[in-house]
């Protein structure tokens, strides 16, 4: 059901859109709740979405269109293009982004949005007369001020449900645009799928954030692309989640951010995680700057006390009450929390710290940018090391465990972020 292609200038035999500043309406009225105008209210540089009419005789002339004809805007000439998919011979409103036209049902539209389910229910101007004072059917037009991809992929999930997929840098266009529409045109539903489905990939649970980390190591391993990496800039996430108020996804994309270099950040090389052919994509507020920066050093302090704690004993200490006393030689019987050897374990620590110290202090790789990444890495380096010491082990493991928790809880204190901000349980 495309439009066919039309020349440049405006031929007077084709229909014209009316214009649409007749009947401008502003949808923050006083009567909506405050939940709602604070909803409308949070997207930044929105216009009043307008409603305006087509008469019967520009309907007829619309089914024309439908076919061969085109359609273009009175005040500018622009032509106006039908979507190829959602567009409806039984709709009863036409939604106008940018240059598209979407035919679809205002039934539809007021079961899901309250937004526009006030809209409809405001008085509409009277239905105009010709000159044999018959009454013109209207068909009301609403211009939003969005794009049309991401109205029509609001469009599409509110007829057939939300289809997202893996929330790498493709997918996430498509959801964050139905999130930004499903908050704006208050669709909380959608807004909820939305968020479920962006958690997953931005999360406030340590365990989920593990999957996430393994989904992301898969990904660039088994990527067709050299250097492929999975998931979006978390500038885009940053950004997104201020503009909509999604405050759960704030934890993981800090955190996430700040496990780069400053060079990596701000002049990535093509083969880097946050490099992007179409070019950076839009800053940060100073202020969340200002946590990225707090917060790496946080993180970078976090690395520190980690490789400190180990080399005082704490790994082992914490784990075994009485570790003085434990650490004899045991039998062939003997548990497997007791140490077998305090002279070659004290050995073993001391050589691990060396080897962390250098590693992640000194070398500058990217490890020393991720406690988390650390943390977990010294839990498995203790198997090689203590293969013939299963106390120290399982000791120095748990140790790990605990302190990525530990870890976890702190990252929103390093990055100054709110209580709402903060991130879940295990």
Known sequence: M???????????????????????????????????????????????????????????????????????????????????????????????????????????????????????????????????????????????????????????????????????????????????????????????????????????????????????????????????????????????????DAPSLLTAAFYDLSRYSYAQIFEPSEDEALYRPSGPPPPLSASDMQRLCLGKEGAQHAITSLIHAMGNGQSIRQHQPHAAHNHIRRSSGQSSTVCVSAAACRKDFSELVDLATQHYLFDRERGCYDPLYVAEELGQLKSAEFSECKACAKSLESWAAREREKIWKLIPVWFRLEVGETPGPR
């Open 2 to 244: 495309g439009a066919s292609e039309a020349s440049s200038s405006k031929p007077s035999s084709q229909p014209v859109a009316s214009p649409i500043k007749h009947s401008d309406v502003t949808l923050h009225r006083t009567s909506l709740q405050a939940k709602r105008q604070k909803s409308f209210l949070k997207v930044p540089d929105t216009k009043s979405t307008s409603l305006a009419c087509f008469t019967k005789d520009n309907v007829n002339q619309l089914d024309t269109f439908t076919s061969d004809a085109t359609i273009y805007d009175a005040d500018s000439g622009t032509q106006l293009q039908q979507h190829s998919d959602l567009w409806f011979e039984d709709g009863s409103v036409i939604c106008r982004a940018e240059n598209t036209l979407f035919c679809v049902h205002m039934s539809q539209l007021a079961r899901h949005s309250l937004f526009f389910r006030d809209m409809f229910a405001l008085p509409q101007p009277a239905e105009p007369k010709s000159l044999d004072g018959v009454s013109r059917q209207r068909i009301p037009v609403i211009h939003l001020y969005d794009t049309a991809e991401d109205v029509g992929n609001l469009l599409t999930a509110l007829y057939d449900g939300p289809s997202f997929g893996n929330n790498d840098q493709n997918d996430f266009r498509i959801v964050s645009g139905i999130l930004r529409l499903s908050t704006k045109y208050i669709v909380d539903s959608l807004r909820a799928k939305a968020l479920a489905h962006l958690s997953t990939a931005w999360p406030s649970s340590l365990r989920a954030w593990d999957l996430r980390e393994d989904l992301a190591r898969g990904y660039e391993l088994e990527g067709a692309t050299p250097g492929a990496h999975l998931y979006p800039h978390p500038f885009l996430i940053i950004n997104l989640a201020r503009e909509v």
